[in-house]
């Protein structure tokens, strides 16, 4: 069974950067899509960002209108999925984490999702 664990999180200026790595054991994300959510204190958990890269050549990344321009969603190697956040705002503060669905197709639903990391705190000073 595959697990998920997150790192990179931590304390930026507004305006900043960080990049958040998903590292998978168990499983390879070959046909799965991998997501990124995201949950601030009093919200409900939010999408940030899906990508899949298919079986062969196939791929497609996709974004919330919150997140889009700024922040990418690439895979580093067969098993590490990497979230790289641009120009950061006081409202992207929250806890970020990556997910995965034993299905090829992605979701902005968080409940659609089976396997998830632990999460990492991101905080945005101003």
């Known amino acids: 069974q595959v697990q998920l664990a997150e790192s990179g999180g931590g304390l930026v200026h507004a305006g900043g950067s960080l990049r958040l790595a998903c590292a998978a054991s168990g499983r390879a994300f070959t046909t799965s899509p991998m997501a990124w959510f995201r949950q601030a204190p009093g919200k409900e958990r939010e999408f940030v960002a899906a990508?899949?890269?298919?079986?062969?050549?196939?791929?497609?990344s996709v974004y919330s209108d919150s997140v889009k321009g700024r922040f990418t969603i690439t895979r580093a190697n067969a098993n590490t999925v990497i979230l790289q956040m641009n120009s950061l705002k006081a409202e992207d503060a929250a806890v970020y984490s990556c997910?995965?669905?034993?299905?090829?197709?992605?979701?902005?639903?968080?409940?659609?999702?089976?396997?998830w990391g632990q999460g990492t705190q991101i905080t945005v000073s101003s």
């Open positions: 997910a995965t669905r034993y299905t090829v197709n992605w979701s902005k639903r968080p409940d659609d999702y089976d396997v």
């Open positions: 990508a899949n890269w298919g079986g062969g050549n196939t791929y497609y």
